[in-house]
Each structure stands twice: as C-alpha cells, then as structure tokens.
C-alpha cells in the first residue's frame, strides 16, 4: 500500500477531540438579548440548531435581531464569541423577512427557520404574526417562478461547462477544484429551489436535495461523486473524476429540469448538453 493511498484511508476516520460544552440556559440567552436589545430593535429571535433542539459542542448561537430600518451592509452578520459559545448575529427587517416568502430561491432557505425560531422579544408581537405567516405557508404560488429560476440557472452555467471541459483537456487540477464546486452548489440549488425543498439547516442541504430526486438515482451517485462523498479510492477522489461526475451531474439535472424549460433557457441548454454528450463518447478527454 503507498503512502499515498494508507493517509488517504487513515483521513476518512478521524476522531476529533470533543471540546467542553458550556451551558446555554434562560440567563445566558436573557444576557445575550439585553447586550442586543434598543430602541431601533422589534425582535430578537434565536434560530437553528439550539432552536431546534439538536446542537452539538460545535454548534454556534443563531441569533437574528429585527430593527426598524435596513442596517448598513457591515451590521447585517456578525460573529462574537461569549461565554465559549459562537455568537452569529443576524440584522434584518420584518419586512425584509417577509419578503424572502414571496422568492422561491430565498424561501427553501428562510421557511422552517422561521418556522421554528424561538421568540426571545418580540416588543409589539410583529415577529409573532411573521411566524404564523411562515407556518402557513405553501409553496405552490411559487412554482411557475421556481421553474423560471432553476431553468435559469442552468442556462447561466453553461459557460462553467465549458470551463470544466478545458480543466479537463488541459488536465488542470486547480481550474477544475474551483469550477466544480462552483458548479456542484449551482445545480444544488437549481432542484432544491425547483422541487421546493424547505432546507432545515446547512447541515442538511446535500442530503435533502438527495432525498427529493431519490438516493438509488443517477442524479445522486453523480452528486456524492462530485462531492466526495463515500469515495474509496484516491482514483474516485480527484479532481478529474470529479469533473466528469459534475458534467454528467448537469445532464441528469436537465432530464430532470427538461418538462418545466422554457425555450429561452432550453435552446443553450440542450445544445450544452449535446456538447457533453460528444466529447465524453469520444474519449476526447483522457
């Protein structure tokens, strides 16, 4: 066995050390709310893992606070530790919020986070009316725009196919790592928003996407593949691999985008695909 190969193995079964959790209780949150609360603030909300029930010794503190006003650009994310605790501090308006329902692209993100959020203040239950919105909601308003987007979004990468093909041709490792990826989350995104697949966390989003085409599908063995997600070979897992995985990644994207395409966006689209299709059969690439 090469080196190569033995630390390749060896990295798949890591063992972290597990770092002492401090303890978030109602008097932590109480501080954390007064440091964050003033005249300009209508809500604080905490969301994700601890909201939910499910954080780890890892997890940050999700915090959004609503004001009155758009905050400048630098105020809307921040990061700050108390207590040994990762403090993520969003800065939004109710009416910003409410407006991510209405796009189909924002709205797989923002629903459940709204939906399980824990109310910290809510000075004039503003907050509170925002939420029964998000429980109420349904996503078929938003299909024909959800159609419009993924197809979009298909059509916008073409040139990253292109791009990958020369990676290829040219056997450049580097071109292909960042093309790849690139193109990996952009046809993520695309079924995600298409299917209206309401994402719980980020820890999630690969694996609900994979759930909503199917596990045994072609389009999720391309999808881990490009990943390097159960990969056993080094073979499996370079960038090379990788890049044919993606290119057949978008085809099977399109056979599953292909009834809701509009012919703006079909037209670049096929012909891409036919594009693939070619040189794969060829072997132009080697």
Known sequence: MSHQTSHYQSASHINLKRLPASPIDEAFLDRLVAELDSDAVTAIVLKGSYARGDASCYSDIDLTRFVKELPDQSQRKLFTYREGHLISISTRTLDEERERLTEPEQAVFVVQGLREARILLDKDGAFGLLQQEAKAFTWEHLQSAANKYAGQILMLHTEY???????????????????????????????????????????????????????????????????????????????????????????????????????EHSSVVEETVSIIDQVLSDEEIS
Request: aromatic residues 4%.
């Open 161 to 263: 196919v292109h791009k990958i093909l020369r990676g290829l041709l040219l056997h450049d490792d580097i071109a292909l790592a960042e093309i790849t990826l690139e193109l990996l989350l952009a046809l993520t995104d695309a079924v995600v928003v298409q299917r209206g697949v309401l994402i719980m966390s980020g820890n999630t989003y690969f694996r609900q996407a994979q759930d909503a085409v199917g596990v045994t599908s072609m389009w999720t063995h391309n999808h881990k593949l490009v990943a390097g997600i159960g990969v056993n070979s080094m073979k499996d897992a370079s960038w090379e691999v990788r890049g044919v995985a993606v290119l057949r990644l978008y085809q099977e994207t399109v056979k599953l985008l292909r009834p809701v395409l509009c012919p």
